[in-house]
C-alpha cells in the first residue's frame, strides 16, 4: 500500500527519496509526492500518477534541501489528484500517512469551528491541520506532534516534517509498519527496509504504539505508555533487498522464473542435511496437542490455505476451518482452546490478517505466521514464525511467494501427519523425497512459457474466461482466475468442475475459454466428464494436464498445456506455474501494467 520515506541526511535529498520511493513502488501508489527544508524553509512538490511524472514536476520545479519526506499514495479518501497527494502541508507542518484515520470527521469538524479550512478530500489533511493548531496553540513541534498523535483513532504510520526544522522528524507506527535507519550522521525513515536498503544496512523496527524523534545523531523511542524505550537495532542483508529484473521485462517474469531457485532454499531449511526428516524453528510445534486447525488469509493466500486445506485433512487426517481475513474477525469465530491458527501473508502486515490473528490471542493454543518478513508485526505476534524464503517479490500479482507458502504448508502438513502417527517415518521420507524433485519438475513446468505465450495471445481477445480443478486443484483453479483478473483485466472465474452445472455452465459458449487444471489423478476421469459437458455446448477447452491426462482426454479440446508428470500432493505448486504464465503472457499481450495493476497494492495494510 502507501510508501513512507523520511530522511535526515548530509546531501541534498530530492533525488534520494525519489530513488527511496521508487523502491516503494511494488506496493502500488497512484499519486506521489515529496517536502523538504531548506533555509529553515519548508515547501513540497507532488504529482498524479507514476514517479517519473514527480522526477518532471521536479526538474521544472527543483526542490532544495538535505531533510525530507515523500510518499507514494494509494487513495482510500479522496481521488487520485495533485491536490489529495501526500505530503500534506498546513501551516509549519507537513506529514505524511499510511492508514486510516477513523474519527477524522470529528476532527474536521472540530477543527472547522477553530476557522482552519479544509482543501482536500483526505483524512490526512486532517493530521496536518491538528498539528497546525497545536503549533499555533504555542506547542513545539515535538508536543504538537504528540498531541496530533494521541488525538488519532485508527491505524497509521505518520512522519512529520517543520518549518524552520532540518533537523527533526517525528515518526509514530500504529498498525501500519514504519522502519528507522541509522547511518554516519543521518537518520531515515521508511515503511520497510527495502526502501533503506541502499543508504543504510542498519534498521529498527519501531513497534505498536512507538514513536520516534529524529535528529541527525540520535533517534529516541517512546512506547504507547510515553516510557521511553530501547528498540533492537538489526543489520539488514543487502542482498536480500536488492530490487532487479535480471534481464526479463517485468518483475513478475523473473519471479515466476525465480521459483525452482527459492523452493530449493525454502526445502534446505526445512529439511535435514539427509534430506530425511523435517526440521522447524524453535520453539517446534507437537501436533498431538490440537483437535482442529484454522487458517486464516487473504488473496493469494488465502487460497494457498485453502489449498493446505486438502493436504492438512488427507495427509494428516486433522479438520480444518480455513476463513478470508476480513470476514473472520467479524463474525465472532468461536475458538476451542486445542485450536491451533495458521496466519497466512506474505508482507506480515496485512490488516485485516494481523487484526484476525490478535482477535485468536489469548483463544486459540498456539498461533503460527507464515510470511516472507520475520521482523513483521505478525511475525513478532506469532506463538512461532515460518518463513517462506521467497526474497523480495516485487510484482503485485504474488507468484514466487504463493508457491513458497504452499510448499513451506505442504511441509507442516507432513509434519502433522508424522506426529499424529498418520504416515510412518519411512512415508515421511518417500513424501520428502517427492518433494526434493520439485525444482526440477519447476523449471521443467517453465520450459513451457513459449508455448503458453501463444495461447495466451488467443486468450487475450476474449472478455471472460473460466478455470475449472477438482480436489486441491480447485483453489488452484480460484487463484488462477484471480491471477488473470488482477493483470490482465479480463473477468475470470474459477470453480469446482462438480460445480460446473450447477449455474456456471450457463455462461458456456464459444466465445468462452474454459481453462481446465487436471493432473491424471485419482479424480481425472470425473474431471474430463465435466469437461466434455463443457465442450458439448460450443465451449473451447484449455487442457493442463500430464502426458497421460492429455491423451485419455479425447478430441474435442481447443488447446494444450502439457505438464510433467508429478505426485498427487506437488500438483498445485507444479500447476501454478502454467496458471501464473498464463495471466502474464495474456497480461503482456493486452499491453497491460503487469508489474503495477491499476487498482491494487502489494501490502493492504488498511481495512
Known sequence: MCGIVGVLGKHEVAPILVEALKRLEYRGYDSAGIATVNNGVLDRRRAVGKLVNLSDELVHNPLAGKSGIGHTRWATHGAPTVINAHPHKAGPVAVVHNGIVENFRELREMLATKGYKFVTETDTETVALLAQSFVDAGKSPVDAANATIDALTGAFALCFL????????????????????????????????????????????????????????SVEIFDESGAQVQRTRREIKIDATRIEKAGH????????????????????????????????????????????????????????????????????????????????????????????????????????????????????????????????????????????????????????????????LLMLALKAAQDRGVLSEDEIKTQLSALRSLPGLLNLALDQSSAISDVSALLAESSDVLFLGRGAMYPLALEGALKLKEISYIHAEGYASGELKHGPIALVDQNTPIIVLAPR????????????????????????????????????????????????????????????LLAYHTAVAKGTDVDQPRNLAKSVTVE
Open 521 to 580: 489423478d485419482k479424480l481425472f476421469e470425473k474431471t474430463v466428464s465435466n469437461m466434455q459437458e463443457v465442450m458439448a455446448r460450443g465451449g473451447k477447452v484449455l487442457l493442463i494436464s500430464d502426458e497421460q491426462g492429455l491423451k485419455e482426454a479425447g478430441d474435442g479440446v481447443w488447446q494444450t498445456i502439457q505438464m510433467p508428470t508429478v505426485p498427487d500432493a506437488l500438483a498445485p505448486i507444479l500447476y501454478a506455474v502454467p496458471a501464473q
Open 162 to 217: 517543520f518549518d524552520g526544522q532540518d533537523d527533526l522528524l517525528i515518526a509514530a507506527r500504529k498498525g501500519s509498519p514504519l522502519a528507522i535507519g541509522h547511518g554516519d550522521g543521518e537518520m531515515f525513515v521508511g515503511s520497510d527496509a527495502i526502501a533503506l536498503a541502499p543508504m543504510t544496512d542498519q534498521v529498527t523496527y519501531l513497534e505498536e504504539g512507538d514513536r520516534a524523534i529524529l535528529t541527525r545523531t
Open 249 to 408: 521485462k517485468h518483475y513478475m517474469s523473473k519471479e515466476i522464473f525465480e521459483q525452482p531457485t527459492v523452493i530449493s532454499e525454502a526445502l534446505n531449511y526445512y529439511m535435514s542435511a539427509d534430506g530425511a526428516s523435517l526440521i522447524l524453528p524453535e520453539p517446534g510445534i507437537d501436533f498431538t496437542k490440537y483437535d482442529r486447525i484454522v487458517m486464516v488469509a487473504c488473496g493469494t493466500a488465502f487460497y494457498a490455505c485453502f489449498t493446505a486445506k486438502y493436504w492438512f485433512e488427507q495427509i494428516a487426517k486433522v479438520p480444518v476451518e480455513v476463513d478470508i481475513a476480513s470476514e473472520f474477525r467479524y463474525r465472532e469465530a468461536p475458538i476451542s482452546p486445542r485450536t491451533l491458527a495458521i496466519y497466512v501473508s506474505q508482507s506480515g502486515e496485512t490488516a485485516d490478517t494481523l487484526a484476525a490473528l490478535r482477535y485468536t490471542a489469548g483463544k486459540a493454543e498456539t498461533i503460527i505466521t507464515v510470511t516472507n518478513s520475520s521482523e513483521s508485526s505478525m511475525a513478532r505476534e506469532s506463538d512461532m514464525s515460518l518463513p517462506i524464503l521467497a526474497g523480495v517479490e516485487v510484482g503485485v500479482a504474488s507468484t514466487k511467494a504463493f508457491s513458497c507458502q504452499l510448499t513451506v
